[in-house]
């Protein structure tokens, strides 16, 4: 029988129930002084010496009383003689009790051996370190409940501190669960699903300050799953199981906390990390964790976050929040508070974010986010072009040093991303990949600095212009050649089908991948149709839609199309055959206001490189003739 979720609390009322039920239980230890980096103080910390312990030269040079020096001057030079008037010192040497200056070394006149002269008086306590000048005996040298800091450590030591009492590190066990799982590096079967959840777990309480303690992925098998929840109790002070934490038929978490603890929360208001699931066993806590990855990024980021850092009693830093200007509409459900990655950019002088895929399992969504969006629960969605705030997850120099880039795919740009970071590590670019069509109206919206393009103009046979003059009107847009590539069916090793022309698109035989709606690609493919007088309905898999050339040739490899029009450089990245259609040209357009920036410029000199050229040499496929020549679009009205 199917069971439902206990409870659908919103995230701070869930939280407020559980951390009041837990009642953590804090443990202290004492640890070596120059081991404690990142560690909690207890208790104040007061020094045991005074640093200097004693008073000591500051200076190369010599020691000796003022009084002898009294009435030196550049016509009045007094002689001084070792033993008697002075003794030599070098940085950090005591000053004997008679003695009350120092006169550096480049202030001396040497006469021989054991006499000198100086020409200008000193004064009591002149270039002395006195004991105590930076520490004081008993003096505060870090309060309670400080974290530890590189500086720290060398204070408390120079303070004769050698150990120092901290809150324990939490001990998390970390379970996998799941039949379908396996270990990263294992033989792939259809059906494995590689665990890199509990990884991710492991990393992020190492961050935090825990200490992860990752068990054997476990089956979907109720007895196993309860008898390691039991072991991972006794030896950790809080437990992560993953996955399971749903409503389906092989979901055990639930059961098993109920009958070995508590479950006092099952089911938050948040999306996505619905199925969370809080519980106590022994006094300890565990969490169900949901097995999405990006779900269990969240769960980690608002509750498990905070729970570690209670045990260390550290707050969680509230991360910098920006306004930017939403790029599309963001659509929501009522019934919970929403979080949406979002990629930002900075143009024309404020932030711009655009949401990123919102599936909970798509993993990339989280490694390509610079912040997040949070949509209020009771909330239906937020219109484009509203003012949002962004909490950030990528710090705002890199924000406003990243070329945004919104237009048609091609792993090209991602080879010149890395170059260009590469020649000058001040600069990024982050590539958003919505069609040709999408990047032209995020030119119109002033939502990007440059639209990568290959539209064909259906009449003229002519590529991005008319597009340009259409979609861009009153804007300045240069047109900066990148490169003609060719454009063909994507195949299986071999071309067991035999697909050599659109014709075959038709056959019963053939199954298509396409790309989107707007791409570049997709009008590739209507043109030569319309030619044909071929009706797309007839060819299977037509409405099937990728949006990428690596998509395309990834749903190739795996089987689940026999073609898929694209780039020859993805077919060759994959592995695949490739059968030629057309050349085309892929083209970037810019605002003639980013084309004196230093980052455009810099991503010009970078596509016109002899090591970019020699990337697209290796992926084939590409013409580089005419890269880097610009072409102003009001020349071409």
């Known amino acids: 029988m199917q069971k439902v979720y206990l409870s659908n609390y919103e995230l701070d009322e869930a939280k407020k129930i559980y951390f009041d039920k837990l009642k953590l239980r804090l443990q202290t230890e004492i640890v070596n002084t120059w081991d404690a980096l990142g560690r909690v103080t207890t208790k104040p910390v007061f020094a045991h010496l005074s640093s200097p312990h004693y008073n000591s030269s500051a200076m190369d040079g010599i020691a000796v009383k003022s009084e002898k020096t009294f009435g030196a001057s550049d016509r009045n030079h007094i002689t001084l003689t070792e033993g008697e008037d002075y003794v030599v010192v070098d940085t950090g040497d005591p000053i004997p009790r008679e003695f009350d200056c120092v006169i550096m070394v480049e202030d001396l006149i040497k006469v021989d051996d054991r006499h000198i002269k100086i020409y200008q008086s000193s004064v009591p306590w002149q270039n002395i370190r006195p004991l105590g000048e930076d520490i004081v005996e008993n003096q505060l040298i870090v309060p309670s409940r400080h974290k530890i800091r590189p500086v720290d450590i060398g204070a408390l030591i120079a ?14 066990g970390i379970i996998p669960t799941g039949t379908e799982l396996v270990e990263p590096g294992s033989e792939l079967r259809v059906g494995d699903i590689i665990d890199f959840n509990s990884r991710t777990f492991t990393a992020q309480v190492t961050e935090w300050g825990g200490i992860p303690n990752r068990y054997s992925i476990i089956k979907d098998n109720y007895k196993l799953i309860k008898d390691t929840v039991l072991k991972a109790n006794e030896e950790n002070d809080v437990v992560l199981i993953n996955a399971g934490s749903s409503a389906g038929r092989e979901d055990f978490t639930s059961s098993v906390i109920s009958e070995v603890g508590e479950l006092i929360v099952h089911g938050v208001a948040i999306k996505p990390g619905k199925p969370v699931m809080l519980g106590i066993i022994n006094d300890k806590p565990i969490i169900g964790i949901p097995g999405f990855p990006v779900s269990a990024y969240f769960v980690m980021e608002e509750i498990v976050k905070e729970l570690i850092y209670s045990y260390q009693c550290l707050e969680t830093e509230e991360r910098k929040i920006v306004n930017a200007s939403l790029t599309k509409r ?35 969504s989280l490694v390509n986010a610079d912040g997040v969006l949070e949509i209020n629960q009771h909330t239906e969605g937020i219109e484009s072009g509203t003012e949002v705030k962004i909490k950030l997850l990528s710090a705002e120099d890199k924000i406003k ?12 740009i991602d080879i010149a991303a890395d170059i260009m970071h590469n020649r000058n590590k001040k600069y990024f670019l982050s590539s958003s990949n919505v069609g040709s069509t999408g990047g032209l109206m995020a030119l119109k919206t002033s939502e990007t600095h440059m639209a990568p393009t290959h539209l064909l103009d259906m009449e003229t046979g002519e590529y991005n212009v008319s597009y340009l003059k259409k979609y861009v009107p009153g804007k300045k847009i240069c047109l900066v050649k990148c490169v003609n590539r060719i454009q063909g069916f994507i195949v299986e090793k071999g071309n067991p089908k035999n697909i050599t022309k659109f014709e075959d698109l038709l ?17 590739l493919l209507d043109y030569n149709l319309n030619k044909l007088n071929i009706d797309p309905q007839k060819i299977k898999g037509y ?85 880097g020549t610009i072409i102003k679009l009001q020349e071409l009205m």
Do not use: W
């Open 507 to 523: 056959r019963d035989d053939v199954k298509f991948v396409n790309r989107q709606r707007g791409s570049g690609t997709r009008l």
């Open 330 to 364: 963001c659509m929501s459900s009522l019934k919970y508070h929403e979080f949406v990655r979002v990629r930002l950019g900075f143009i024309g002088g404020k932030y711009v974010a655009t949401p990123l895929t919102r599936g909970a399992g798509a993993t990339m």
């Open 401 to 412: 040093n990243t070329l945004v880039c919104i237009g048609s795919h091609d792993p090209i």
């Open 159 to 172: 303070g004769g501190i050698n150990t120092v009492e901290v809150f324990k590190r939490p001990a998390v």
């Open 543 to 627: 409405f099937r839609e990728e949006f990428t050339h690596l998509a395309v040739a990834a749903a190739v490899e795996a089987g689940d199309a026999d073609a898929g029009l694209g780039v020859y450089s993805a077919a060759s990245l994959m592995g695949l055959d490739f059968i030629p259609v057309c050349n085309e040209e892929y083209d970037l357009a810019i605002p003639e206001e980013y084309m004196d920036s230093e980052i455009v410029k810099e991503f010009l000199e970078t596509i016109k490189s002899e090591e970019f050229k020699d990337k697209l040499d290796e992926l084939g496929g590409y013409d580089y003739s005419n890269t």
